[in-house]
């Protein structure tokens, strides 16, 4: 089945500690995601990628990079997590273009930080 | 700004109960409309998504949700609750590629 996959399910880190959150995708979509959730809260977008181009939201901090080597993966790096970024990070594609374009999350990485 | 609007954080009902979660957005032009259904650690998994064309919208697991541009909602219904119903409820619209999602309901199915 085509699918949304992101690695680990669930990941600790250590204060300042750089931390990598994967996410694959077999949909050979064009466009990929990141939200973070804190708790009771709901999905925050982080940035996007439409194939190769990067879209970076206004109010995302610094601290969070992304990378996308290639159609299929995309990676989440947090350079100095803090105890505020501890959340469930979630990946999401789409189809992109014109028109309706639904997104298909993974399941999530909850980060805790240490 | 985009906004999607859920009323009540918290929602409690009987099991075999009707179940119905607010939903309204804000937007003259109707965005593309979701309901997404998240159980604690997992991801999100999408319970109906309306475009265009009919109104009212079936789902998976037994719900639905009606579109009516005049009130600008979208609410989630289901006839009869279920135990396994029990999770946060997102309703979202898409606006250029972009979710804009509510701030999340809790549905909490009493036996």
């Known amino acids: 089945d085509a699918m949304v996959i992101q690695n680990p399910r669930y990941q600790v880190t250590q204060f300042g500690k750089p931390v990598t959150l994967s996410c694959s995708q077999t949909?050979?979509?064009?466009?990929m995601y990141w939200y973070q959730q804190k708790s009771s809260q709901a999905p925050k977008l982080l940035f996007h990628?439409?194939?190769?181009?990067?879209?970076n939201e206004a109010d995302t901090p610094d601290n969070f990079q992304s990378r996308r080597p290639n159609t299929s993966f995309c990676f989440l790096d947090i350079r100095s997590p803090g105890l505020g970024d501890a959340a469930m990070y979630l990946c999401?594609?789409?189809?992109?273009?014109?028109?309706?374009?639904?997104?298909?999350f993974g399941p999530g990485t909850r980060l805790t930080v240490l | 700004a985009q906004s999607v609007t859920q009323l009540g954080s918290h929602v409690s009902v009987s099991e075999g109960a009707l179940v119905l979660l607010r939903c309204n957005y804000s937007?003259?032009?109707?965005?593309?409309l979701f309901w997404y259904v998240q159980y604690p650690n997992q991801g999100l998994q999408l319970l109906l998504k309306?475009?265009?064309?009919?109104?009212l919208v079936k789902g998976i697991n037994g719900f639905e949700a009606e579109f009516k541009k005049s009130e600008t909602s979208f609410h989630l219904t289901k006839p009869s609750a279920h135990m396994s119903d029990a999770a946060e409820y997102f309703c979202?619209?898409?606006?250029?590629?972009?979710?804009?999602f509510g701030a999340g309901t809790i549905l909490r199915v009493k036996s």
């Open positions: 999401a594609t789409s189809r992109g273009g014109q028109g309706f374009n639904e997104q298909f």
């Open positions: 949909l050979n979509h064009n466009v």
């Open positions: 990628y439409y194939d190769k181009d990067f879209n």
């Open positions: 937007s003259s032009v109707p965005p593309y």
């Open positions: 309306y475009t265009t064309g009919a109104t």
């Open positions: 979202a619209a898409e606006y250029g590629n972009k979710l804009v």
